[in-house]
C-alpha cells in the first residue's frame, strides 16, 4: 500500500504561483513513475505532469513552460511548481504512485482568480 499526502493548494490571482507538494509513504525508487492529475468540476481527470525514476518529465501542452514537476528523493516527495497561473488551471489536483497499480492522494484545490 501506497500513501500519499497533498499540500500547497490555495487561492491565486491569475500570473501567480504556487508550489503543490506530495509527500509519499515509500521510498521513490520503487515506483515506476510519479504524476500530477487535475480535475475541473464536471471534467474528467487529465494528466498534468509525469516524472519517472530516472527523471525523465513530461507534461500535457497546457502546462508547457509553466509549470515543472521535480522530486526529493531524501525527502520523499514530489512538487509541482506552477507559474503563470491562468484561470483554467483552477481545479482540484491529485497526485499519484505508478508501481503497476495507481495509488491517489487526496487531492488539493487551486483557484486562479481572474
Known amino acids: 500500500q501506497v500513501q500519499l499526502v497533498e499540500s500547497g493548494g490555495g487561492l491565486v490571482q491569475a500570473g501567480g504561483s504556487l508550489r503543490l507538494s506530495c509527500v509519499v509513504s515509500v521510498s521513490l525508487f520503487s515506483l515506476n513513475a510519479m504524476t500530477w492529475h487535475r480535475q475541473a468540476p464536471g471534467q474528467p481527470r487529465d494528466l498534468v505532469a509525469r516524472?519517472?525514476?530516472?527523471?525523465?518529465?513530461n507534461y500535457d501542452d497546457s502546462v508547457k513552460g509553466r509549470f515543472t514537476i521535480s522530486r526529493d528523493n531524501a525527502k520523499r516527495t514530489v512538487y509541482l511548481q506552477m507559474n503563470m497561473l491562468k484561470p483554467e488551471d483552477t481545479a482540484v489536483y491529485y497526485c499519484a504512485a505508478d508501481k503497476g497499480p495507481y495509488y491517489w492522494g487526496q487531492g488539493t484545490q487551486v483557484t486562479v482568480s481572474s
Open positions: 516524472i519517472t525514476t530516472d527523471g525523465r518529465t
